[in-house]
């Protein structure tokens, strides 16, 4: 690989290295080829960047907009995924690794497009929860909402996943509608250069939406404020330094940190060497301790089995240890490549000799024989596992995260013995549990969550499905509380709310309908002339309600739809007990007839832009209705949402009242309905 310059991209323009910049080298020959780094940046002008052109630009796209360009953006990515395998290599990463790195950032982004669509609406307002009934007759009331903050997102990413750690935070930032700045670690970063460089290319991103820093962020800390955002991926000793700028606590500037994090592997008491769950815990640890060459804030620092499996699990993990082949994650057959730099090597054999005070080697060594030409000056190492005989004395196997294919196994007397030993991590991202019995998964869920952000059991019924301990999937949260740093990303729309404010609306139900862009009972419900159930798409407008006319209920409709349906339950059919139930006045109608009713009364049964009815929800049954009562319907338009070129889902609410206008039930039903087609 030739010598090569690893620019930022700020303000606008790309910036080669300048004072400060630092030498990278090749993880696997230890030679170097790339420099990066420039303390002449002018950092204030990339925060004003990212402020005036990149926020407004996204800002005035709707979340289902910043979807499409997300899903656009994984799209283009996907198209170009070899160059990026072509240049992690030199991170000491195999091709297995890549997948983690690369395809699992670009399926991130996936995700998060996906769930922008069907999660969000094509809007620029995220509504939370339900109304909040303030005043007696409904003419003052309350709605939490998420608008985007106003700044920017400052990523700062650790040198491990140099695409995925970048993808998975930028994905919800850029759907909450907040511009990027990221920061990787100089030692990866020339991988993150070129997927931004993808990026940018694509053309799909508004000016200013990614900016990106190779080396140090200079005083960009202190020039942040309340609308401003900052992540971190890294260790607890820099994540430190970092919450601890004073002008982030003094304005009050979000900081996520994800950090150290001794995760713990608990094999149940029921999974004996004759089980599928034991050969599912030694392919797990196995793969926990050797992907990326351990280098995982996720992976297995702490293997917990019963006192009487730790001897069969030493032996049984150091069999399929001993096949794993070290060296140039190129060359054939090689299964583990090189720690990231000869300075992550010796950090991790630092850390494992103080795990070594503490533990016995039971398999690796210091020196690892390598395959591949010219890995003699790389940084690799040996997987190595350790036994602990008193995990209740210790302190470093507990306390010291040896970033790299290093674990520690220990036994446990009982289940709440082995929640001690996994709590004593004071806070991880994951743990995770092989057991086949549900009450040992209860007991440590109720011992263990507080002390984890994940929990991950697996066994013989889902291990064929499972995404494995070390996988944060997009859906879920990830982070964890106390040593692995407070902090949470992902989990899905939740993960875009980091990036956004909640306010508290108050007002009438008009105000708050044209703030949601959801009609709220008691706004205006304006008509017109025409069936809804005629009306396209767009032609249809927010509050627009159809008033039907009464429809009376008879005792021989109460019978006819209970032998119809066979639903003779006694309070439709029984007087006598009807009357004895504390709901009923006596028989009365099912729920399900009044429904059944309310669906002939208002719809328009000729052929229209209404293409399916996809379910209803919220459905609520508030008075009985008797024999001699009568029903009327008002359906209203609540909600539109475009769901793809074709069609969007109208969410209509609908209300039923009697002869005496009190509310009998209500629901909210969804169709589909097609948009008008353009004239050619």
């Not at 850029?174 to 997927?195: F, I, Q």
């Not at 960009?220 to 982030?248: E, I, P």
């Not at 109208?650 to 909210?668: D, G, I, K």
């Amino acid at each position: 690989m030739s010598q090569q310059d690893i620019q930022s991209f700020v303000h606008g323009e790309w910036v080669s290295p300048g004072t400060g910049a630092r030498n990278i080298a090749n993880a696997v020959t230890g030679e170097v080829f790339a420099r990066a780094g420039n303390d002449g940046l002018d950092y204030a002008a990339m925060l004003e960047f990212g402020r005036s052109k990149g926020g407004p630009a996204l800002r005035a796209m709707t979340f289902h907009d910043r979807a499409r360009m997300l899903k656009a953006l994984a799209a283009y990515l996907s198209t170009r995924k070899q160059e990026l395998y072509d240049i992690s290599f030199a991170t000491g990463a195999t091709q297995k690794d890549h997948l983690v790195d690369i395809d699992g950032g670009i399926g991130t982004m996936f995700v998060y497009a996906s769930k922008g669509r069907r999660e969000m609406p094509d809007d620029h307002v995220y509504v939370d929860g339900d109304i909040e009934h303030l005043s007696r007759n409904g003419t003052f009331l309350g709605q939490h909402i998420y608008t985007p903050l106003q700044g920017v997102a400052v990523h700062i990413n650790a040198f491990n996943f140099p695409v995925w750690g970048m993808l998975e935070k930028v994905a919800p930032s850029l759907l909450a509608g907040v511009p990027s700045v990221v920061k990787p670690a100089t030692v990866s970063c020339y991988v993150t250069e070129l997927c931004v460089r993808m990026m940018l290319e694509s053309g799909l991103l508004p000016e200013g939406a990614l900016q990106l820093v190779t080396g140090g962020i200079g005083n960009t800390l202190d020039m942040l404020n309340c609308q401003d955002a900052v992540t971190f991926t890294g260790s607890a000793d820099t994540a430190m330094k970092l919450r601890g700028n004073a002008n982030l606590m003094q304005n009050g500037v979000r900081f996520t940190a994800e950090q150290d994090s001794l995760n713990a592997s608990i094999l149940g008491p029921d999974a004996t060497p004759d089980t599928p769950e034991f050969a599912l815990f030694i392919k797990e640890a196995t793969r926990e301790m050797t992907t990326k060459a351990g280098q995982k804030c996720t992976a297995i620092r702490r293997i917990i089995a019963p006192d009487g499996l730790v001897q069969p699990v030493i032996e049984a993990l150091s069999e399929q240890l001993a096949k794993v082949t070290v060296g140039d994650p190129q060359a054939e057959g090689v299964r583990m490549g090189a720690l990231v730099s000869t300075s992550q090597k010796a950090d991790v054999l630092e850390k494992a000799s103080l795990i070594g005070s503490e533990a016995e080697r039971v398999f690796g060594s210091d020196t690892v024989d390598t395959i591949g030409n010219g890995c003699e000056n790389g940084a690799f190492v040996s997987p190595m596992l350790f036994h602990c005989a008193n995990p209740d004395a210790a302190q470093n196997i507990h306390n010291t995260e040896a970033f790299g294919p290093v674990s520690t196994i220990m036994g446990y007397r009982d289940v709440a013995h082995a929640v001690q030993l996994a709590n004593k991590g004071q806070g991880s991202l994951v743990a995770s549990l092989i057991t086949h019995d549900n009450n040992v998964a209860r007991e440590v869920a109720l011992g263990s969550g507080a002390f984890h952000g994940r929990l991950y059991i697996n066994n013989r019924d889902s291990m064929n499905e499972s995404t494995g301990h070390g996988a944060p999937m997009p859906h879920m949260v990830h982070g964890g509380p106390g040593r692995a740093g407070g902090g949470e990303e992902l989990g899905g729309i939740r993960g875009v709310k980091h990036f956004m404010q909640r306010t508290a609306i108050q007002g009438s139900p008009d105000i708050l309908t044209s703030v949601t862009g959801r009609w709220v009972p008691n706004a205006a419900q304006p008509s017109k002339p025409q069936h809804p159930f005629t009306q396209h798409f767009g032609e249809l407008s927010l509050g627009q309600t159809l008033h039907t006319e009464p429809r009376l209920i008879s005792m021989e409709d109460i019978e006819h739809f209970a032998e119809f349906t066979g639903d003779n339950f006694y309070a439709h059919m029984d007087q006598a007990a009807a009357e004895r139930n504390p709901f009923f006045p006596g028989r009365v109608a099912h729920g399900y007839l009044l429904l059944s009713f309310a669906a002939g009364m208002f719809v328009e049964p000729n052929e229209g832009p209404v293409l399916a009815n996809t379910g209803l929800d919220n459905l609520r049954f508030m008075k009985p209705v008797e024999a001699g009562d009568s029903i009327k319907v008002a359906l209203t338009v609540k909600h539109k949402t475009p769901r793809n070129d074709d069609y969007g889902e109208v969410r209509w609410h609908v209300r039923l009242t009697n002869q005496e206008n009190e509310p009998v039930a209500e629901y909210e039903l969804l169709t589909m309905v097609a948009y008008k087609a353009e004239k050619s």
